[in-house]
């Protein structure tokens, strides 16, 4: 994906790449950070910083519509009981900004 980007302007390096991924991805920040360093060897991107947002995990019910963030994968409407939940957030993994030079 930044690969991509990248292709569509005149970049000289990346300084910096923002990044947000969803708790209910299990992306691990040490882990992006060890891929993005291999991934960024002998690129424009070898060198930037890498920065990443981690977006909590929220639920909505559906049946009373109370939007709450989700602890321990238990998908339970604290307000109602319901299980009758829809992820709103937290299954991100997308690139949010990157700043170029």
Same mark, same amino acid.
Not at 34 to 44: I, R
């Given at each position: ?10 970049? +000289? /390096?990346? =300084? +910096?790449?923002? !990044? +947000?991924?969803?708790?209910?991805? %299990?992306?691990?920040?040490? &882990? ?5 360093? &291999?991934?960024? +060897?002998?690129? =424009? ?5 890498? !920065?990443?947002? /981690? ?6 019910? /559906?049946?009373?519509?109370? *939007?709450? %963030?989700?602890? =321990? ?5 604290? %307000?109602?009981?319901?299980?009758? !939940? *829809? ?5 991100? =993994?997308?690139?949010?900004?990157? *700043?170029?030079?």
């Amino acid at each position: 994906m930044i690969d991509h980007t990248l292709s569509q302007h005149d970049v +000289k /390096r990346v =300084l +910096k790449v923002k !990044i +947000k991924v969803g708790e209910l991805t %299990n992306a691990e920040p040490d &882990a992006l950070a060890m891929a993005f360093e &291999a991934y960024s +060897k002998d690129t =424009l991107c070898e060198g930037a910083e890498l !920065i990443v947002e /981690r977006v909590p995990l929220l639920g909505c019910c /559906r049946d009373c519509h109370y *939007e709450f %963030n989700v602890k =321990l994968m238990y998908f339970l409407c604290p %307000n109602c009981k319901s299980t009758n !939940i *829809e992820v709103v957030q937290g299954e991100e =993994l997308l690139l949010e900004s990157l *700043e170029v030079e």
